[in-house]
């Protein structure tokens, strides 16, 4: 348990309080796996480097991880990171070196910004601004703390990440309670703790929900609403002790937490007059955390509370046996806040007896500590964190404005290529239609000689096939000149998608590059057309189950965007057929991403092979939406009636299968299908053995 008075101090002495630090380190803020993204050379090294700062053996853990990752070959950008993750810890957490820390702050920013995937961009991110803004906040620098906090909630709140908010709330509630503005910071925890999403380490998710109660009912307490603060401090006692049992492993934890809660709901029940039970409580609390590896600064707090109690009841033995007590722990864990009271209620004590020179002495030093902790009190509230907020929210507004512009110019600059684009295609498309309508015409006059000049007929013949290959390769030469173009539009707005914009701005983008893509398809589908018609077919030697296999393994990431599997059953032996690769490879990506198209999501797709005495059939099967009967005659047409969007909206051109069909007859094979409209499709390819 951290306590919230605490909470940026590093505790040598507690063991359980430090892990407790490095368990939500390293899982807020983060919602991969605790080795996701990680080399697997790495993956282990995490683990034993874990464990080593889980011990209290930080160093070992730093000069262990150190060695192992220069052993690794090319370490990736995810091992890297965490490595620099470490060392932050090892010097913010175990040496309080904020200097030292910051600098491996800046090294997990960096890193954070080389990441390839998007999941670990965004949380390497988020967990780097906020080590910033942690070392930031130690060093007194306020203002640059802030700055980072913010940077890490931006990220976190543009890709919708909860557990990155749920920080920075956590953060804001912090600090508005050190700023005395308590029912702010019991906003901040409330907000914190419902947008705390779990990750995979379950006993970091609930220490820090557990904390957060705690700290909403602190807040609660000093904004003078002791009523509700006993009840959030009944519900901390109560999650405790529900969730003890699922971690066993980890009881003497919770004992440590259990211990801080009762320490800190018996000084509300002192605010409300109930000494009696508050003294019991503070006496589980002291026994709990007075014991060597547990919270001994807690122990502090809990017998300083305990010391006022006498006190106030002038006990004046109990008191002063109590007060050696705690004089003789702080010559081992350091607490200023405790060291002050202890001097205010030392000095009480001796004025009691009479001893004025010891009283105004003990209480000069208390009142040096108090003035200590009120300058750093008051450094932290001349920051105006709320003003900073703003500031950089207005910032963050300007500058999207400025993108907005940028984006502006971007539209307006493709807005002019589509209209070249369009007056280029329409002069194509006239000068295609003057010429197919002098053949035409050329044709007609032809015919009507065509009893007249049977001399001639050969000679007529040769210009037509002339003129049949001359569309065929103005029509290449079309399709091949608007590719590039088209290519270079989808590439452009590929890459616009990977910058910030707006949601409404990735849309528009996005919806460019769909269009560029279906078009980029529809001419890649008639070139294929053209090529099959005129170009001989080169056949070879290809194994048939090798053909399959790499097909498949090319579409499952298509199929995976729908959580679709596709299932394989190969031949028992391997065969080979006298094919052409390239062309009978089209045929079964075809049959296969039209099932993967057709599907509905979470379906299966089937893809097997089977062997007849001189022929290779090839079939693929889905459970999607089938055809209808009234369509079965027109599916293998060219540019057909049958094409329709597929379940996600897929475009469909109804050229794939018209290709598919003259392949395979051009191999002397044939190609087919079975349909009932319902329940799915199973299309037939069979091919010669030779």
Not at 355 to 378: E, P
Not at 451 to 478: A, F, G
Not at 581 to 596: F, T, V
């Amino acid at each position: 348990m951290v306590n919230i008075n605490q909470v940026y101090f590093f505790r040598k002495n507690s063991y359980y309080g430090l892990l407790c630090l490095l368990l939500l380190f390293f899982s807020c803020g983060q919602q991969k796996d605790n080795t996701d993204g990680y080399s697997e050379a790495f993956k282990p090294v995490f683990v034993k480097v874990t464990t080593f700062f889980g011990a209290n053996k930080a160093d070992s853990g730093i000069h262990y991880i150190d060695s192992a990752l220069n052993a690794i070959n090319k370490p990736n950008i995810d091992d890297r990171f965490r490595t620099y993750g470490f060392h932050y810890v090892y010097w913010h957490k175990f040496k309080a070196d904020n200097k030292t820390a910051l600098l491996y702050a800046d090294s997990m920013l960096i890193y954070a910004n080389k990441s390839i995937d998007q999941k670990s961009y965004v949380s390497n991110l988020v967990e780097a601004n906020m080590a910033l803004g942690d070392a930031y906040f130690d060093l007194q620098q306020f203002d640059n703390a802030y700055e980072h906090y913010y940077q890490g909630y931006r990220v976190g709140k543009n890709n919708l990440n909860n557990r990155a908010l749920s920080d920075y709330d956590y953060r804001m509630g912090i600090i508005s309670y050190k700023m005395g503005h308590y029912e702010l910071a019991t906003k901040y925890f409330k907000e914190s703790y419902r947008l705390c999403s779990r990750t995979e380490n379950a006993f970091a998710d609930f220490y820090r929900l557990q904390e957060l109660l705690d700290n909403i009912a602190l807040s609660f307490k000093h904004d003078d609403n002791p009523d509700s603060a006993i009840v959030y401090f009944d519900k901390t006692i109560a999650f405790l002790n529900q969730n003890a049992p699922t971690f066993k492993d980890k009881s003497k934890m919770i004992q440590v937490a259990l211990g801080v809660v009762y320490g800190n709901k018996a000084e509300v029940l002192i605010l409300k007059g109930d000494e009696l039970q508050a003294t019991a409580l503070l006496k589980k609390s002291i026994a709990i955390n007075l014991q060597k590896g547990n919270d001994n600064n807690d122990a502090e707090l809990a017998e300083i509370k305990l010391a006022e109690i006498y006190y106030n009841h002038n006990q004046n033995d109990l008191l002063l046996n109590l007060l050696n007590d705690i004089q003789l722990q702080l010559a081992s864990v350091k607490n200023e806040n405790v060291e002050a009271d202890w001097n205010r209620l030392m000095s009480g004590y001796w004025l009691r007896r009479g001893d004025f020179k010891k009283s105004i002495n003990y209480l000069h030093t208390s009142i040096k500590i108090k003035d200590s902790l009120a300058q750093k009190l008051t450094i932290l509230k001349e920051s105006n964190v709320n003003e900073q907020l703003d500031n950089f929210e207005k910032q963050y507004q300007i500058d999207t404005l400025k993108n907005q512009s940028k984006l502006q110019q971007i539209y307006l600059f493709v807005a002019v290529v589509c209209a070249i684009m369009a007056v280029v295609i329409v002069f194509l498309i006239y000068r295609n239609w003057k010429i197919s309508k002098n053949d035409i015409e050329k044709v007609n006059d032809l015919n009507r000689q065509v009893n007249l000049q049977k001399i001639n007929l050969e000679k007529t013949l040769e210009k037509l096939e002339n003129s049949s290959l001359e569309k065929d390769r103005i029509l290449r030469t079309v399709t091949h000149d608007l590719r590039n173009p088209i290519g270079g539009i989808a590439a452009l707005t590929r890459s616009m998608a990977e910058d910030d914009y707006t949601d409404e701005q990735k849309e528009w983008i996005n919806l460019i590059c769909e269009t560029s893509q279906n078009s980029l398809e529809l001419i890649n589908e008639i070139l294929e057309i053209t090529n099959n018609e005129s170009s001989p077919l080169k056949k070879q030697l290809v194994d048939i189950n090798a053909l399959l296999s790499r097909n498949i393994e090319l579409l499952r990431f298509k199929a995976a965007e729908k959580n679709q599997q596709i299932k394989l059953s190969l031949l028992s032996i391997a065969i080979g057929i006298l094919i052409n690769r390239e062309k009978i490879s089209r045929i079964i990506s075809n049959l296969i991403s039209n099932a993967i198209k057709f599907s509905p999501e979470n379906a299966e797709i089937f893809v097997k092979v089977l062997e007849f005495e001189n022929e290779i059939e090839i079939s693929v099967k889905d459970n999607g939406v089938g055809i209808p009967g009234n369509l079965h005659e027109k599916v293998f047409n060219m540019f057909t009636e049958a094409k329709r969007p597929g379940t996600a909206g897929e475009k469909s051109f109804g050229l794939g299968l018209s290709i598919s069909k003259q392949i395979v007859e051009s191999h002397g094979g044939k190609i087919w299908f079975e349909s009932d409209g319902k329940t799915g499709t199973t299309f037939y390819a069979r091919l010669p053995k030779s």
